[in-house]
């Protein structure tokens, strides 16, 4: 009798319990989404869901029991509905390994999640498992090394974010007792340090430019005449004032026109009445400070003129609506082939007789209303003409359209007489099968007649035969209902 050598039985032996060493894990997915995920920035339930699925098909020694999922739920503390569920599960017994997205999809109060990771789960035999934090219980080298980083990057965040919470509430402090805080100052202005506050004094030559816009608009000037007013004294709009570092035109510079929002917000702005109105990010609120620094212009003025834009506003509120009756097709669509512009679209309407008014559309380019360099060649084209244009476009490839259309209509024609041509021979060849089977069947039953085989065998290949004329016929029906459509469709086509 041979023996089996030791090496074998060592191999045997180490392979045996290397198979049952290995443990199998029942898992509950969790995943959890912010309360206050206002940013977007966090990954969707579902996603985190998928993700630890995908993590499972490369770990064949855990088998997914269930998922688990908290929507809108703080991660400050665990009562939470389905964190709840899933720890009763791990109580019952019903699962042992627990995975999440990242430490902070379990908990963001760190102190408990420790005490989950390093004391609770190892108590109750629960693996644990981070994906994108690297973090599995099981690896214990690894595992502790990753928590170690995590817990790194914790403090690190924590710190971060006081010393933002600290760096608000110093700014905040700061605006409450007017200092500016901005890093451009209003126009009319400039930045000084004033027994140790960035404060606004009145810059000397743009300050008298801001006082003489006040009283301008006061007395009754629009935005439009004040534009074409500091266009012609070659005043720099405020941002050109910035680039070049000059109030002036200077030669090889490019003037530009003042934008309308840009008077209207000079002449609403506090600053120029000594008050600062701040605010900085993570601030939810404004802050206002009164009498921080030399003010352009008195109250009276600046009032006067608020009360004069408002009054302007309610007015234009207060107009009635045109009817319009033509259905604006081109919104969005039309562009100013001079400047690239987007074209604006304007409704009149003009008395065609005593009783008959005419309303009339057209569309122009915003640029051709400007004073400088920017100015557009192109003034207006009316509704019709655009229907006209538009019209002229669409014939012409309607027409290109038909003789595409022709053309695959002919070869359409082309390709159904082949497809007939194949259907013909195939019924032809069908017909035959047919007919052979008929005469076969014919010559089975007279060798049954004369005895040359029994009524066993007769039976029997007559029923293969019959079944065989069956599906032959169902084919013709089926080609022939083919053929008859492809006539219809050539017959359509012409």
């Known amino acids: 009798m041979a023996r089996t050598s030791k090496r074998k039985v060592r191999l045997e032996s180490q392979s045996l319990q290397e198979n049952v060493s290995v443990k199998t894990y029942m898992a509950g997915i969790y995943a959890r989404l912010s309360v206050d995920n206002h940013d977007g920035k966090e990954i969707s339930i579902e996603t985190q869901i998928e993700m630890a699925k995908e993590y499972l098909k490369s770990h064949t020694e855990i088998t997914l029991y269930d998922c688990y999922s908290d929507l809108g739920a703080t ?9 709840e569920r899933l720890m009763q599960d791990v109580r019952d017994g019903l699962i042992n390994c627990i995975i999440v997205k990242d430490f902070s999809r379990f ?31 099981i690896k214990q080298a690894d595992c502790n090394e990753a928590l170690s980083m995590h817990l790194k990057n914790i403090a690190n965040e924590l710190y971060a974010r006081d010393i933002a919470e600290k760096v608000t509430a110093s700014k905040q402090a700061k605006m409450k007792q007017g200092e500016y805080l901005g890093s451009i100052p209003p126009y009319g202005f400039q930045i ?18 801001v006082r003489e816009i006040f009283n301008r608009y006061a007395s009754g000037e629009t935005f439009v005449s004040l534009a074409k007013w500091l266009y012609g004294q070659k005043i720099h709009r405020p941002s050109d004032y910035k680039k070049y570092k000059m109030v002036y035109q200077q030669e090889g ?52 003129v608020w009360e004069r834009i ?18 604006d097709i081109f919104r969005g669509v039309l562009y100013c082939g001079e ?65 595409q259309m022709k053309k695959l209509m002919d070869f359409n024609k082309e390709a159904g007489e082949k497809r007939k041509e194949q259907i013909q021979k195939a019924q032809d060849e069908l017909q035959k099968s047919v007919d052979s089977a ?23 290949t007559k029923k293969k035969l019959e079944e065989k004329k069956e599906q032959d016929r169902q084919t013709l029906r089926d080609l022939h209902t083919e053929y008859s459509s492809i006539d219809r469709m050539v017959d359509k086509q012409n």
Request: net charge neutral; glycine share 4%.
């Open 75 to 83: 991660g400050t503390n665990f009562q939470r509905s389905d964190f």
């Open 107 to 137: 908990g963001r109060n760190y102190i408990e999640t420790g005490n989950f990771v390093e004391k609770i789960f190892p108590f109750l035999g629960v693996r644990f498992i981070a994906i994108t934090d690297q973090y599995d219980s």
């Open 192 to 209: 000084e340090k004033i027994d140790g506050k960035r404060t606004l004094v009145p810059e000397p030559v743009t300050s008298e430019i």
């Open 253 to 304: 510079q490019q003037l530009r026109q003042w934008e309308r929002e840009s008077i209207r917000f000079l002449l609403t702005n506090d600053a120029y009445i000594g008050n600062l109105v701040q605010s900085g990010k993570h601030m939810k609120e404004q802050i206002t400070a009164e009498h921080t620094h030399e003010p352009l212009v008195s109250e009276e003025v600046f009032y006067r």
């Open 310 to 327: 408002e009054e302007n506003i309610k007015i234009q509120n207060r107009r009635p609506l045109r009817k319009d009756t033509i259905e």
């Open 339 to 403: 400047c690239g512009h987007k074209l604006s679209r304007m409704v009149t309407e003009r008395k065609a007789s005593y009783k008959e008014v005419k309303t009339f559309v057209f569309y122009s380019c915003p640029n051709s209303k400007r004073i400088d360099e920017e100015k557009c060649a192109n003034e207006q084209i009316t509704f019709f003409q655009i229907q006209k244009v538009i019209l002229h476009l669409l014939k012409k490839e309607f027409l290109l359209s038909s003789t």
């Open 438 to 460: 008929d005469r076969k069947i014919s010559s089975y039953y007279l060798e049954y007649r004369n005895g040359s085989i029994s009524q066993v065998q007769f039976l029997e």
